[in-house]
């Protein structure tokens, strides 16, 4: 009898083992040999289900997407956190501040690694979405002050959140958690009404 192979969930877990080899090795690390290796599967099983090496990419980088959205919706979704705490634990998410996070945040580089191997333009940024998303969550419950300039709190946030995060992930002694903690939530206070 013939086996019968479930194409999506093998798919899911390429991308697994693929985010797998990305965290051990890097972006250099994330061929098609690796990955087969850790599936103990063959190059063309893999090419199979992803022609090539930038989709492949593309999926496990739409997999830490996921992972970092459902993370921050469990946060707003916990009613007992205030609203200011929310938008607070929400920025953080996006910090390599534990395992979990750093190994997101490695596989978001060697995605944009990728990315500027093949000379795609920049794909839309996530991370500065989220900071309008929170000013204007801060809005919504009329905790916003009236007199911040909106525009430059996203530009100045975007940049500490990703000097943070590189800073944390290139060198994670350079900088204490608590540090990084207590930097975020200067910045989300000083968006607060007085």
Known sequence: MP???DHEKKKQQIVQFAWQSIVNEGAKGATVRNIANLAKMTPGQIRYYYPNHSKLL???FLEVIRKVKQRIQDIYSN???STVDKVIQGLL???PLDK????DMEVWMAFHYELHQVGKEFMRDEIKSLIE???TYLEKHELLDNSLNQN???IKAHALLDGLALHKLLNSEMIANEDIIQLVVN???SWLKE
């Open 3 to 5: 086996k019968i192979v």
């Open 58 to 60: 593309e999926m496990v």
């Open 79 to 81: 009613e007992e956190l």
């Open 93 to 95: 998410a996006v910090i």
């Open 100 to 103: 979990e996070r750093y190994a």
């Open 133 to 135: 998303l929170s000013i």
């Open 152 to 154: 430059l709190s996203v």
């Open 187 to 189: 910045e989300v206070n």
